[in-house]
């Protein structure tokens, strides 16, 4: 209800009707994110019963605001993808980005968020925060929700409350894509070399392999699927183990562009040719695919595309509205370049 003893509403009494903070309410009048879209609405209601008015100007725009994105690694040219799709959608929408490394060596080193560190962002006027191949733990899911930050994990490491906000690609087509690719070629024995066995994108894309395997009727082999991790090491080593079974493949599927160049590389230290001796299949179409001796076939997820739209679905989830999707998936395809063939005969 509105004063009318001429006196002014105060930040005090709308704090009180709202049940909030004095801090909340100028949170919600300075249009500043931190503050979930149902307590913003309850303290805009408060405002109106108690009469309070703004002293200087139109105020409580609709917060635009900086968003926090965080990558495992910057040191990969995957990620490099997805943070130039996150900054064009920045600089469409008016936001501001803030990056920080888990892993700024690029080492196996891991520093995680943790609750402290998600309340400081909050301190620091974040609008949202954007996770891109991280592990996600429930506190600090939970400290998110707590706090209004808007939340987006870009695939993720580990399996996460179906209620959390996801983007990534169409991993499971990605991986029938690939290998019924090779198989199209006459290979039969396909090696599939990738990330974390706890990684979802990982995880997808080898269910999507062994579908396209067992509707070929090709049993699937496990000694020829392997997990390490997403880097060219990786995938070197991964693709020497695989050259030493007593019958090797005649074709590997790489889990990601960056483990591709490992398996090139460890192809060319054998002698052999690629894909004269051994086809090879990436998964990203990151830059460089083109100038690799020969170029890689792989498999295109739209990365830019996926960084736009968890920045912009972040900026939604900031001001309280519902995202368009909880789980956007956008949709893959095979580039068929120079490093695929059908195998040598004997």
Not at 9 to 31: E, P, R, W, Y
Not at 80 to 108: I, K, N, Q, Y
Not at 203 to 208: D, I, Q, V, W
Not at 209 to 224: I, T
């Amino acid at each position: 209800m509105a004063r009318t003893n001429g006196t002014r509403a105060t930040l005090d009494a709308v704090a009180a009707a709202a049940g909030v903070s004095k801090a909340t309410v100028s949170k919600v009048l300075n249009g500043r994110p931190g503050v979930s879209g149902q307590t913003r609405e309850r303290v805009r209601e408060a405002m109106r019963r108690v009469g309070y008015t703004p002293t200087t100007g139109p105020r409580d725009p609709a917060p635009t605001g900086t968003v926090q994105v965080v990558f495992d690694t910057l040191a990969n040219p995957y990620a490099l993808h997805v943070l130039g799709g996150v900054v064009s959608g920045a600089d469409e929408l008016g936001a501001e980005v803030v990056t920080s490394v888990l892993r700024p060596d690029g080492g196996e080193r891991v520093r995680p968020p943790g609750p402290a560190w998600l309340e400081q962002l909050s301190a620091r006027g974040r609008a949202g925060l954007i996770l891109v191949t991280s592990e996600l733990t429930a506190e600090e899911i939970a400290t998110c929700h707590r706090l209004g930050l808007g939340l987006v994990v870009v695939d993720p490491l580990n399996p996460l409350d179906e209620s959390l906000v996801s983007v990534g690609a169409t991993n499971w087509a990605g991986g029938v894509q690939a290998t019924e690719h090779l198989l199209s070629l006459g290979h039969r024995r396909i090696g599939y070399a990738t990330g974390q066995d706890r990684s979802v994108p990982a995880r997808e894309r080898l269910h999507g392999y062994r579908e396209a395997l067992e509707s070929a009727g090709v049993r699937p082999d496990p000694e020829l699927t392997l997990f390490a991790s997403f880097a060219p090491d990786a995938g070197r080593r991964m693709t020497e183990a695989l050259l030493d079974l007593a019958d090797p493949p005649t074709a590997i599927f790489a889990g990601s562009d960056s483990i591709a160049m490992g398996v090139l590389a460890a192809a060319r230290d054998r002698g052999l040719r690629v894909p004269g001796d051994l086809s090879v299949v990436g998964f990203d179409d990151t830059f460089g695919t083109l100038w690799t001796d020969p170029p890689l076939t792989t498999v295109h997820q739209p990365l830019r595309d996926m960084g736009r739209v968890a920045l912009r679905t972040t900026l939604q989830l900031a001001r309280g509205e519902t995202p368009d999707s909880h789980h956007v998936q956008l949709a893959t395809r095979l580039l068929v370049r120079g490093s695929t063939a059908p195998p040598r005969r004997a």
